[in-house]
DNA sequence: GTTGCCTATGCAACTCGTTGCATAGCAGGA
DNA sequence: TCCTGCTATGCAACGAGTTGCATAGGCAAC
């Protein structure tokens, strides 16, 4: 029910493709929403039969021809709606804590290499989110309310990793106490 | 595929039935991992006929009949084996931040009322977290390994709702700022 | 010169997850 | 007395999300 609302978004802070769509959900929107293309493309049709949002073919050279995918009057008052109408908080899934729990029932020394990927994969990511901040946001410039907003879910970004980096120490401070005395 | 495996944590650390299960993952295990009886009911019989755990009928009195399920030796080595193969990072899904980003096109202000409710269900969540720290896993007490590694969980939920609250506080200013002129 | 990747859209089949409803006895309050 | 709520399990239908595959031209590498 939400994908649409993620993609109106997007499609306002600039028209595109559904393939287009697809990469960002895959890079910028992918931090905060996950979409595959085939999602992408049966939700973007019905939103077009809706009249939320309206295409134009664009016949290309060299590439396929694509359709350029535009919010509409109607896409923007269903955002507005969905903006001002309570959302539950997000439902959390974190494999990782359950196989935290389970090392319990088996080998804790099992799961450091696993954690210690994990390190890894969040300390890169908190690099990029920071050399973007960087590009993009750089100090003392004066910035579109549409920047700051998205400067403060970024921030939002970069302190999530920050915390889940300090966490994931602990974790690991944590497995190796329960190796050294079986 | 892992919510079995999350059922076959929950039932390693106590057997129970379908409905105890799905009463855990309303509160506790919820905090990583949510499922609806529904789900239960359905994952639980199919890992029942693939001899991941065996049921117990238990006769009731004044009560509906139960069956209690326990981990059975297949279940065991299923989840050994997860726990030692690589699980992908979670994919994240905020409809926060997609409602912050949309508020670019529409007025910051109204979204003023829902980050604050946001803010204060974790708030609330962070003081039940605490307490619970505080019940279970007393400062200086001798913990099984069991609990460790339950307490390191805890542990990152706590930060986490930490995060959240400094980031929500975050957002208001920045909702403010954009409120105060426009 | 063939292999593999990129752009671009889409079908089909499947699993996962949610929602509404049904049963059914017992307990507690208006 | 009726209504609500709790325990306990389950069916049926739907919607959300994933995976595999297909098409089809252009481009670069090997």
Redesign the interface.
């Known amino acids: 029910m939400?994908l649409e609302?993620?993609i109106?978004?997007s499609l306002?802070?600039q028209p595109g493709s559904g393939y287009e769509l697809a990469r960002r959900f895959d890079r910028s929107i992918g931090?905060?929403?996950?979409a595959t293309h085939q999602q992408i493309y049966r939700v973007l049709r019905r939103m077009e039969t809706d009249g939320w949002i309206v295409a134009e073919e664009i016949v290309q050279d060299g590439k396929p021809d694509k359709k350029v995918y535009a919010v509409a009057r109607d896409g923007?008052s269903v955002?507005?709606d969905?903006?001002?109408e309570?959302?539950e908080?997000?439902?959390?899934?974190?494999?990782?804590?359950?196989?935290?729990?389970?090392?319990?029932?088996?080998d804790?020394a099992?799961?450091v290499s696993?954690v210690t990927?994990?390190r890894e994969?969040?300390a890169a990511l908190l690099e990029r989110y920071l050399s973007g901040e960087q590009r993009d946001f750089p100090a003392g410039a004066e910035l579109e309310?549409?920047q700051?907003?998205?400067h403060?879910?970024l921030?939002?970004g970069i302190?999530?990793e920050?915390?889940t980096l300090?966490?994931l120490d602990?974790?690991l401070t944590?497995l190796h106490?329960?190796s050294r005395r079986p």
Chains 1, 2 share one sequence.
């Open positions: 939400a609302h993620a109106l978004v306002l802070e931090r905060f929403w996950t923007r955002l507005s969905w903006l001002r309570p959302v908080p997000e439902t959390v899934r974190h494999e990782l804590a359950v196989k935290i729990r389970a090392a319990a029932f088996d804790p099992a799961l696993e990927r994990h994969s969040h309310p549409q700051q907003l998205q403060v879910v921030r939002g302190e999530y920050r915390m300090a966490w602990d974790v944590t106490r329960l």
